[in-house]
């Protein structure tokens, strides 16, 4: 099974920074990568496909990048309704497994 | 697009249940369906997955022998049997729907429906 790495697992933030959260694979997954962003008592949602597509409807202040082995979600202007937990998921061979989330708190 | 599970509950370790999902607004015969279930303050786990047509299906290595994913088309439903429960797999349960451009991906998710299990 291809095991999912997150850093940092929690960051602190203020509204207005730039925020990066970077996600590796145990192997080689090409762009099979997607990115969730999960906020208390709520269900996932879907922020990043194919790891550099936005979903619709998705803030444009949220981008996808991947660089030889490292995936990247970056917030370029962290608003007040974007504190939550994000979480990376491979889907490149089942089990489509996640990362251990990233917690993106108010600094 | 919505998405609807039911099913969860309180129950003994060592007992059966049953999940539901429905799947509502769109063509629910043209999407695979996903589990993903998540214990309580821990991250998300992939637990299941079923092609559209119902003839490919997928598990977590944690649930293989014990969790069974079916569908039924007729009824836009989803189901998740979980066979002798243990205390770990204490979580909420989430169905999503998969789609797929340039990799697969769940665009909707339902609400998640909790299942607690203990003596």
């Known amino acids: 099974d291809i095991q999912m790495t997150q850093s940092p697992s929690s960051l602190s933030a203020s509204v207005g920074d730039r925020v990066t959260i970077t996600c590796r694979a145990s192997?080689?997954?090409?762009?099979?990568l997607n990115w969730y962003q999960q906020k208390p008592g709520k269900a996932p949602k879907l922020l990043i496909y194919?790891?550099?597509t936005l979903q619709s409807g998705v803030p444009s202040r949220f981008s996808g990048s991947v660089s030889v082995a490292d995936f990247t979600l970056t917030i370029t202007s962290l608003q007040r309704e974007d504190f939550a937990t994000y979480y990376c998921q491979q889907s490149y061979n089942a089990p489509f497994t996640f990362g251990p989330g990233t917690t993106v708190d108010v600094k | 697009v919505q998405m609807v599970e039911s099913g969860g509950g309180v129950v003994q370790p060592g007992r059966s249940l049953r999940l539901s999902c429905v799947g509502s607004?769109?063509?629910?015969?043209?999407?695979?369906i996903h589990w993903v279930r998540q214990a309580p303050g821990k991250g998300l786990e992939w637990v299941a997955g079923i092609g559209a047509d119902g003839s490919k299906k997928y598990y977590g290595d944690s649930v293989k022998g014990r969790f069974s994913v079916s569908r039924d088309n007729s009824l836009d439903t989803l189901f998740l049997e979980i066979d002798s429960l243990r205390v770990d797999d204490t979580a909420v349960y989430y169905c999503?729907?998969?789609?797929?451009?340039?990799?697969?991906?769940?665009?909707?998710w339902g609400q998640g429906t909790p299942v607690i299990v203990s003596s």
């Open positions: 192997q080689r997954i090409s762009r099979y």
């Open positions: 999503a729907r998969e789609n797929y451009l340039d990799g697969l991906y769940c665009d909707y």
């Open positions: 194919a790891a550099s």
């Open positions: 607004g769109f063509i629910f015969s043209s999407y695979g």
